[in-house]
């Protein structure tokens, strides 16, 4: 779905930053691939749907040209994710796209609607990939976390400040309004928790029980965010004082422009999107080629440096420095206190979700 998709900032301070890492990534990457069979002149190409924007600048400096240097394979982008798109061209057979990006939930109902064609995970890393993050219809591309933030200019960190996002509920505290995302994910998992479900029973999700925590939270809502840049920026300007955001966001204005933003983690909810070939891709095996380039540790971490954000490796965390790995999803330390989606309960009940949680916000 198009509004689920995120659009990330990068900006020239953090780009400097990463130049080091990013170098060493297409480094190993040419030596990695550089041997690598050599595409017949007109298959050299691989077509990639993604977000867009920035993610795809991103993308582009630390995965796609290299990649391309490296194997002569030419990298064609489009934008946005559009699962309608995806399953008009598997249906029809005129399939443009060689890879698509797509979120947890979606992820599940393309492969049981037969829209994703199965990998050949022999050209994969997986000894370097955690179980969960490779099946045989996709590859994690990016996963994140969606956190509390705030504005430290009304809750300094040097006093009380929030932190958790249960801490939304709590005005005594921490007056004022709040910011949340205007989708069913993620609330409804948050007010199951505040109706006092374990982090680890949250699934399956009690809607009856999480909507009567959301009632007493609606009327606080000063903004139902549905961009990644809206849900940070609108803290910053003081629309709101606190609300969710995905955790790459105020990293990348907290690096850019020291924004005024603290981050607690505490109940955070962690998802991913996935690389996947839709069936019939034109270009399979240069896909294949593409995804396996994508796992490397080195370049994820050049990924991470300049958004947040990274892919699966396990080896990544430990080529970060403290300073970036503190707002990296997978974190050994915010795993400890995150729910982690449940794909298939979210595919299953996902659709109904969504009309229940659309019609309660426009609800008087």
Same mark, same amino acid.
């Given at each position: 779905m198009v509004k689920r998709t995120m659009v990330k900032r990068i900006t020239e301070t953090t780009v400097t930053a990463a130049t080091g890492v990013a170098a060493l990534a297409a480094a190993i990457g040419v030596a990695a691939l550089i041997a690598a069979t050599p595409a017949k002149a007109q298959d050299q190409v691989v077509y990639i749907n993604s977000s867009g924007g920035v993610l795809d600048d991103i993308n582009r400096k630390i995965h796609w040209d290299p990649f391309t240097q490296a194997t002569g394979i030419k990298v064609v982008? /489009?934008?946005?994710?559009? *699962? &309608?798109?995806?399953?008009?061209? @598997?249906?029809? +057979?005129?399939?443009?796209?060689?890879?698509?990006?797509?979120?947890?939930?979606?992820?599940?109902?393309?492969?049981?609607?037969?829209?994703?064609?199965?990998?050949?995970?022999?050209?994969?890393?997986? /000894?370097?990939?955690?179980? *969960? &993050?490779?099946?045989?219809?996709? @590859?994690?591309? +990016?996963?994140?976390?969606?956190?509390?933030t705030w504005n430290t200019t009304v809750f300094p960190l040097s006093g009380k400040h929030p932190t958790t996002l249960m801490d939304l509920w709590n005005q005594k505290d921490f007056p004022g309004p709040r910011c949340l995302w205007k989708d069913a994910f993620d609330n409804l998992e948050l007010g199951a928790m505040h109706a006092g479900v374990p982090r680890d029973k949250v699934y399956p999700i009690n809607q009856d029980t999480a909507y009567k925590e959301l009632d007493k939270l609606k009327k606080d809502v000063g903004v139902w965010w549905t961009t990644g840049a809206q849900s940070v920026q609108a803290i910053v300007n003081r629309d709101c004082v606190m609300g969710t955001a995905w955790n790459g966001r105020p990293y990348q204005l907290i690096v850019k422009d020291k924004a005024p933003l603290g981050i607690a983690w505490d109940d955070a909810i962690l998802r991913t999107s996935w690389w996947a070939i839709?069936?019939?891709?034109?270009?399979?095996?240069?896909?294949?080629?593409?995804?396996?380039?994508?796992?490397?540790?080195?370049?994820?971490?050049?990924?991470?440096?300049?958004?947040?954000?990274?892919?699966?490796?396990?080896?990544?965390?430990?080529l970060l420095p403290e300073n970036v790995q503190q707002y990296l999803a997978t974190s050994p330390a915010h795993l400890a206190t995150t729910v982690v989606s449940d794909d298939t309960w979210w595919g299953t009940n996902g659709p109904a979700a969504e009309k229940r949680f659309t019609g309660w916000v426009i609800a008087q």
């Open positions: 982008a /489009s934008a946005p994710v559009d *699962d &309608a798109k995806l399953k008009a061209m @598997v249906t029809s +057979g005129n399939v443009e796209w060689d890879i698509t990006e797509i979120d947890d939930g979606d992820f599940l109902r393309a492969a049981k609607a037969g829209l994703l064609a199965k990998l050949d995970l022999s050209k994969l890393p997986t /000894s370097e990939l955690p179980t *969960d &993050a490779v099946t045989d219809y996709g @590859v994690w591309d +990016g996963p994140y976390t969606t956190i509390l839709p069936k019939g891709a034109k270009h399979f095996d240069n896909a294949m080629k593409l995804l396996a380039w994508m796992q490397d540790a080195h370049r994820q971490a050049a990924q991470a440096t300049l958004s947040g954000y990274a892919g699966g490796n396990k080896g990544t965390a430990a």
